[in-house]
Structures are given as C-alpha cells and as structure tokens.
C-alpha cells in the first residue's frame, strides 16, 4: 500500500513491504515533482502546532492519483473542540525497533518524519525511541556514536512532541541488532556471561544478572559499562533532557524486561503454551546457588535446579516439580530454589533501577522498568510459567510485592504491557488469565504508590482491544499518566489498523461541541497487509 500526507505539497511515501516501513530506494516520491522537500517539513502551509481550538481531522480514503489506490491522509478541519484526555493520561507511540539500523543509520528517515507528523496531527503526545547499546557502543568499550540518535532526537524536537527514550541492553534478533562487538568477543572466551538452561544452551540476547558486579566486561563490570553508558547519554542530551525527553526507561533483562529468559527456546507451534525452563545453570549462578544451600545447611540443595522439572513446552501439571498436588514446588526444597531464583532476579532489578536514578537524579525526567505480562497457566495453582520466569508467584504466595516494592524504592514508574488483553480470547488449554495477573500486579502497585504506565502486546485493528486499553484508562483506583502504543510499522498505517487506532485516540478526548466528527472512510487497496493481528515485541 501507499500512504500519501495532503498539505501544501503531496507526498507518496513508497510501496510497503511486510517488514518495516519502506523499502530502501522507494521512500520518497513528490507528486508535483518537487525534488526539494527537506526533512521533517513535510506540509509547508501547515502549523505543525498542536490545534487549540479544532482538531484536526485524517480522511483515509483511495486517492485517484495513486497506483493502485493507495491510502491518503487528508488533513481536514473539525469542529470537535479538544479538552484534557481522559484521568490526563497521555498517549505515546512507539517508533519501530530498528529506527537506527546496526550500522548506525536510520532507517527510512523520511517515511518516520512522516510517521511523525501523521502523529502530530492526530494529537498524539510523542513517541518512544529505542535505543541500543549494541549501536551506540559497537565496536569498543568507551567509544560512543550518537550521530543517528541526535538527529531523530532533533526530528522529535522540531514537530514539538515528547520523547521517552529506552536504553536496551540487550539485542534482538529480529531485526538484527546485536550486543556490541566487545561484548560477544568477551562471551566467546567465557560463554557463562550469558544464562544457561539445564541443557547447556545459551541465551546470547543479554548478560546473565549473576554477572552484574563482577569484571567480566575488560576488567569492568556490567553495571559499571552500564552507568558509563547512561553517563554519556545524559552528557549527549543534555540540552533535551526535561525538555523533548521527558522519560528514560532502563533495560533490565531480556527483551528489555525484568526476568529470565524463561522461554527462549520453542520447539512447536504451541510453545507459548509451555511452562520455560529455569536458566540458572551459567557458573556464577550455580556457585552462588551452591553457596546459599551451604548456608542453610543443606549442601545438597545446591547442585543444581530441581531434577523433575519440566521442558520449555511441557504442559503437564500432573507430575514432577509442578505438579498441582504434591508438586516440589511446595516442598521446603522447593521454597528454598524458588525463593533464591525470584531474590536474584529482584536484587537485579533494584540494582539497575538504582544506577539509573543515581545517574539521572538531577534532570526532570521519569525514570521506568519494564514487567512482562507472564499470564499463561495463572489459574493453576504453581503458576509455572511465572516461576521459570523468575516470579515467585503461586497461589499460596503473591510474588509482586517484592517487584512493586524495589521501584517504591527507587521512586521508578512500572511500564505494564498487556493492556488490550482479556481471558476470553485466551486459548483454554494454556489457563491463562492476563486479566487477573494485571489486577494482581496493579494492585501491587497502588500498596506501595507506584505509577503504572501501560502498554499493548498486539498491534491490532480490533476496536475490542482499543476498548479493553480505554477501559484500563478509566479504571479509577488506577495511577495511570502514560500509555504508549507499541509500535509503529506498515502495519500501523494500513487501512485495516490507522482508522481504528484514530477512533481509539479521538475517544480519549472529551468534545466540547460537535456538529462534526473526524471523517474516517476505508478504501481497501491491492495490496492489503494479510495479518490482522500481529503481535510486536518491545524494547
């Protein structure tokens, strides 16, 4: 499909393929044959202000000067008069994952200056910026490149948006970014850098948390590359920080998360459905297991994880570590393992929350960590897939309360995703219940008074799941200031998604008088994206 921005000027923005925004070579094509459209002014008579007494309308609808009959954005004006949005929540957008590519360049520039502006105009309030360590810090330690981060820093400062900026720590594979070229060398010579399942495989995508305070990084220590790294990115951003950036949201595990990468490894199609494997098999982990058992009196305890528990798609409750009745996981065995496994991941968490408050403590930004959303088999009472992720949460034991109460600690925001999931379309053999794990850590949260701001998991054009996000917005008992929509992408623009998500952005608004609303008419185009609800990951 096409997307073209009406204004002063047309631009066509170039065929889309499934992966990203646009293909290399094809992203920029003038309608009136001006070759001269610089940067980010992309509707010359327009403000790029955000409208103070109408908002601005997007028709989308099949333009007849477009092959194919591409989608257009017209920008047209309403009488809906904007005043706050709902409970003064703010709404963010999150910019695709490789926006800077692993060589250091951004990727479509163009089409995201567009994405942007589409964004402004709608009255979105800004955007989320991953930003990767493996990019910035590729080569050698100590040697930073920020060129391709400034200038999309500089491109968010120019449309007057907000910015909150992810640093990641980890790498991801999907879109071919990897941990910095220094650190692979240092995991090639010493693989336990990284967690280790009981089989001896290795996840590659972050360092294992049993590292954290041991030089294992040239004679320096995660957390000490980590801080050098916020460090400089304060230094970098110096002018923007408060202004443009008003939240950083630090990377605290896999995919960015706080966790284990529990489920790393699928084997079949059903292995979202599976229980994970516990990843404390790396040295450093089992040395410290071993020592905490020798404490305690019980040598043996410290061998190794539990010998009966299950596979990373086993689904049987029935037998072995998690079995419903009887189950070591209710042993005193099973207690001690659960209760040292959960304590490193929190200590973890608590350390990385704390650099980055010590490192930001004197600019006006909020500082976040990411919780993922582990939902599948919650209605079981030994809740496996949460105990394999590091949550030592069952149903004798609420294992949040040590989550909420490190970022109460740290004075941190909790970034939720899972928004716009509901337990009826969960498939029934997995006993998941994202409705009530939200609930649960929410509550959580509100004991200790600490923010939430919330997230999707899908990127989807199902009004009901926009439903599900409003209705986590009006949720009362709920301190909610931020919810960012993960993320941008073709998909995101498509006739079958960009409509839903204008209804879903307008609702957010209280209307103070209407004679109109925003025209929104759909035009299929030729080539239709075919997935209707793709699930994206976030940083």
């Given at each position: 499909m096409e997307i073209s921005v009406i204004g002063g000027s047309q631009v066509n923005i170039g065929r889309y393929d499934n992966l990203g925004f646009c293909s290399c070579g094809k992203i920029l094509n003038l309608k009136n044959n001006n070759k001269n459209l610089k940067g980010w002014d992309l509707c010359k008579s327009q403000s790029l202000g955000r409208p103070s007494k109408s908002a601005v309308g997007f028709s989308l609808r099949a333009s007849a000067s477009?092959?194919?009959?591409?989608a257009v954005f017209s920008e047209k004006p309403s009488k809906i008069a904007r005043a706050k949005p709902i409970d003064g929540v703010k709404v963010y957008?999150?910019?695709p994952l490789d926006t800077v590519s692993n060589c250091n360049a951004i990727n479509h520039a163009r089409a995201i200056a567009i994405g942007l502006k589409a964004l402004k105009l709608l009255g979105v309030d800004g955007v989320e910026l991953p930003v990767w360590w493996g990019i910035v810090e590729r080569e050698t330690m100590g040697k930073y490149n920020w060129t391709s981060y400034h200038a999309i820093v500089e491109m968010v400062q120019k449309l007057d948006l907000k910015l909150h900026v992810s640093l990641c720590f980890h790498s991801s594979e999907e879109h071919k970014i990897p941990l910095p070229e220094w650190v692979s060398r240092t995991g090639e010579s010493d693989p336990n850098i990284y967690f280790t399942d009981r089989s001896g495989q290795q996840y590659k995508n972050c360092l294992s948390l049993s590292v954290d305070d041991l030089p294992v990084l040239d004679g320096k220590t995660p957390l000490e590359v980590y801080r050098d790294f916020c460090g400089t990115f304060k230094s970098e951003f110096s002018h923007f920080l408060g202004s443009t950036i008003t939240g950083i949201s630090i990377g605290l595990g896999p995919d960015g998360e706080l966790g284990y990468p529990s489920h790393h490894k699928p084997l079949n199609n059903n292995s979202h459905h599976g229980f994970g494997e516990f990843q404390c098999y790396d040295k450093y982990m089992l040395r410290n297991l071993r020592q905490c058992a020798e404490e305690l009196g019980n040598p043996l305890w410290g061998l190794g994880g539990p010998h009966d528990a299950p596979g990373?798609?086993?689904?049987?409750?029935?037998?072995?570590f998690f079995n419903e009745n009887g189950g070591s996981w209710e042993s005193p065995y099973g207690d001690f393992f659960l209760s040292w496994y959960s304590t490193l991941l929190v200590s973890h968490g608590d350390r990385i929350l704390s650099l980055a408050v010590s490192t930001f403590k004197d600019v006006p930004v909020t500082i976040s960590g990411k919780v993922p959303l582990t939902h599948s088999w919650f209605k079981s009472r030994s809740h496996p897939s949460e105990l394999t992720a590091g949550f030592y949460n069952t149903v004798n034991r609420d294992g949040y309360e040590s989550i909420a109460e490190i970022f109460a600690r740290n004075s941190c925001k909790i970034i939720l995703p899972g928004m716009d999931l509901s337990d009826e379309h969960q498939?029934?053999?997995?006993?998941?219940?994202?409705e009530s794990l939200l609930e649960q850590i929410i509550a959580s949260c509100r004991d200790h008074r600490v923010e939430v701001s919330g997230q999707n998991l899908?990127?989807?054009g199902d009004s009901r799941r926009f439903e599900l996000i409003k209705n986590h917005l009006l949720d009362e008992p709920v301190?909610?200031?931020l919810f960012t929509y993960q993320r941008m992408g073709a998909y995101f623009f498509s006739p079958e998604h960009f409509p839903a998500?204008?209804?879903?952005?307008?609702g957010l608004y209280q209307p103070v008088e209407s004679?109109?609303?925003?025209p929104v008419e759909v035009v299929e185009t030729n080539e239709s994206i075919q997935e209707t609800d793709r699930q994206m990951q976030a940083a």
């Amino acid at each position: 499909m096409e997307i073209s921005v009406i204004g002063g000027s047309q631009v066509n923005i170039g065929r889309y393929d499934n992966l990203g925004f646009c293909s290399c070579g094809k992203i920029l094509n003038l309608k009136n044959n001006n070759k001269n459209l610089k940067g980010w002014d992309l509707c010359k008579s327009q403000s790029l202000g955000r409208p103070s007494k109408s908002a601005v309308g997007f028709s989308l609808r099949a333009s007849a000067s477009s092959q194919n009959g591409a989608a257009v954005f017209s920008e047209k004006p309403s009488k809906i008069a904007r005043a706050k949005p709902i409970d003064g929540v703010k709404v963010y957008v999150g910019l695709p994952l490789d926006t800077v590519s692993n060589c250091n360049a951004i990727n479509h520039a163009r089409a995201i200056a567009i994405g942007l502006k589409a964004l402004k105009l709608l009255g979105v309030d800004g955007v989320e910026l991953p930003v990767w360590w493996g990019i910035v810090e590729r080569e050698t330690m100590g040697k930073y490149n920020w060129t391709s981060y400034h200038a999309i820093v500089e491109m968010v400062q120019k449309l007057d948006l907000k910015l909150h900026v992810s640093l990641c720590f980890h790498s991801s594979e999907e879109h071919k970014i990897p941990l910095p070229e220094w650190v692979s060398r240092t995991g090639e010579s010493d693989p336990n850098i990284y967690f280790t399942d009981r089989s001896g495989q290795q996840y590659k995508n972050c360092l294992s948390l049993s590292v954290d305070d041991l030089p294992v990084l040239d004679g320096k220590t995660p957390l000490e590359v980590y801080r050098d790294f916020c460090g400089t990115f304060k230094s970098e951003f110096s002018h923007f920080l408060g202004s443009t950036i008003t939240g950083i949201s630090i990377g605290l595990g896999p995919d960015g998360e706080l966790g284990y990468p529990s489920h790393h490894k699928p084997l079949n199609n059903n292995s979202h459905h599976g229980f994970g494997e516990f990843q404390c098999y790396d040295k450093y982990m089992l040395r410290n297991l071993r020592q905490c058992a020798e404490e305690l009196g019980n040598p043996l305890w410290g061998l190794g994880g539990p010998h009966d528990a299950p596979g990373y798609n086993d689904t049987s409750i029935s037998s072995g570590f998690f079995n419903e009745n009887g189950g070591s996981w209710e042993s005193p065995y099973g207690d001690f393992f659960l209760s040292w496994y959960s304590t490193l991941l929190v200590s973890h968490g608590d350390r990385i929350l704390s650099l980055a408050v010590s490192t930001f403590k004197d600019v006006p930004v909020t500082i976040s960590g990411k919780v993922p959303l582990t939902h599948s088999w919650f209605k079981s009472r030994s809740h496996p897939s949460e105990l394999t992720a590091g949550f030592y949460n069952t149903v004798n034991r609420d294992g949040y309360e040590s989550i909420a109460e490190i970022f109460a600690r740290n004075s941190c925001k909790i970034i939720l995703p899972g928004m716009d999931l509901s337990d009826e379309h969960q498939p029934v053999e997995s006993r998941s219940s994202p409705e009530s794990l939200l609930e649960q850590i929410i509550a959580s949260c509100r004991d200790h008074r600490v923010e939430v701001s919330g997230q999707n998991l899908l990127v989807s054009g199902d009004s009901r799941r926009f439903e599900l996000i409003k209705n986590h917005l009006l949720d009362e008992p709920v301190t909610m200031d931020l919810f960012t929509y993960q993320r941008m992408g073709a998909y995101f623009f498509s006739p079958e998604h960009f409509p839903a998500f204008t209804r879903f952005i307008r609702g957010l608004y209280q209307p103070v008088e209407s004679s109109d609303d925003f025209p929104v008419e759909v035009v299929e185009t030729n080539e239709s994206i075919q997935e209707t609800d793709r699930q994206m990951q976030a940083a």
